[in-house]
């Protein structure tokens, strides 16, 4: 029997009151593509906020969707003139067509740009040549590489080995060493 191939992308985006999806699926040109639904799993709630009406229309459309807080039902109040920034965390997305129990897809992703934007602005500070930096300089970017690979060891555990908790503590412990190098937590 011939069937839809559901596939999505989620990128790693630096924009922070985004969330970017792609559709990647491969639609059997025999089937008709109908009941489209995408659920979203904002980190820190128990249930899904499902995408619907023209947001979905246009997914199916242009096979691509940039969600906001307010689309994701994070934020009620200035809809389009002023964006609440989305939580890093793990967000769980499922996309399926008809019939759906049986042809969809489930994700989980992690993100992880609060993290990142924040390492970034670390690394502008540091004095930075092309040469052998000094000592102090030399430790603090072996610092911000260490975290760095914590960061993409976070995102490997959720979104390939399968481990949730093992992703959020290695994010979180990232994180706390983040904050430690800006000293936001001094």
């Known amino acids: 029997m011939a069937n839809h191939v559901l596939s999505l992308e989620v990128p790693l985006v630096m924009n922070p009151c985004i969330l970017k999806l792609f559709d990647t699926s491969v639609y059997n040109i025999l089937l008709p593509v109908t009941c489209p639904t995408l659920n979203v799993t904002v980190p820190g709630f128990n249930y899904s906020n499902e995408i619907t009406g ?3 229309d246009d997914f199916i459309n242009t096979s691509q969707l940039t969600l ?3 689309d994701l039902q994070l934020q ?18 499922k996309y399926s067509v008809s019939p759906n129990e049986i042809v969809y897809v489930e994700y989980n992703h992690m993100r992880i740009t609060e993290a990142l934007n924040k ?7 540091v004095d930075v040549n092309a040469c052998d930096p000094p000592f102090k300089t030399k430790q603090r970017l072996e ?3 260490l975290i760095k690979m914590y960061l993409d060891a976070a995102v490997a555990k959720v979104e390939y080995c399968h481990e949730p908790q093992k992703g959020m503590s290695l994010y979180n412990y990232a994180l706390k060493l983040l904050n430690k190098l800006s000293c936001t937590n001094c």
């Open 54 to 56: 023209s947001i979905i």
């Open 68 to 70: 906001t807080a307010c």
């Open 76 to 93: 009620s109040t200035n809809c389009g003139s002023e964006y609440v920034n989305l939580p890093d965390g793990i967000y769980i997305i």
């Open 119 to 125: 390492y970034y602005n670390i690394l502008c500070d």
């Open 143 to 145: 610092e911000l590489r």
